[in-house]
């Protein structure tokens, strides 16, 4: 696996072909949507031993002060835990560094640096703050099919 992004002012070991890729799972409070996916790519680079090859990062725009209780209990619910995690801002730095930036319903003209030349998605996902917990597991399931998508693509460009 290979980045698919370079800065053409840099030579860093971040523009090789061995770097890993980077993606960033970005909304504006990192509470809800951003938090799930973010867990279920960490799933699946850990189910497809590419621990080495992807590195992950999430944030907000505005973080929130703690994850959504309701999405706490949603991802808890299939087995995975995030009642310890803290929404964080994502860093200019962070992003410019990432191959792709995945949005959860925000649009990403605030959210990529000018001049930079990754992969932007927009997932386009309802927030699921203060859901009944029926609709936040719609959004879960639908995040988690949305991060298998994203890893078997990138195992296919391979």
């Not at 072909?17 to 867990?39: E, K, T």
Request: charged share 35%; proline share 4%.
């Amino acid at each position: 696996m290979s980045r698919t992004n370079s800065d053409s002012d840099s030579d860093s070991e971040a523009d090789s072909d061995d770097a890993p890729i980077r993606i960033a799972l970005v909304c504006v409070q990192n509470a809800g949507r951003s938090q799930m996916a973010y867990a279920f790519a960490e799933r699946e680079r850990a189910a497809r031993g590419l621990e080495s090859a992807v590195d992950l990062v999430t944030g907000g725009t505005r973080p929130a002060d703690r994850v959504h209780p309701e999405v706490v209990d949603a991802m808890a619910a299939v087995g995975v835990d995030i009642g310890d995690r803290t929404p964080r801002e994502v860093t200019v730095e962070e992003l410019r560094a990432s191959d792709y930036v995945i949005t959860m319903g925000c649009s990403a003209d605030d959210v990529c640096p000018a001049g930079w030349a990754g992969d932007n998605r927009d997932w386009d996902l309802s927030d699921p703050d203060g859901e009944p917990l029926e609709e936040v597991a719609r959004i879960r399931d639908e995040i988690e099919k949305r991060v298998a998508a994203l890893f078997d693509e990138l195992e296919a460009a391979d």
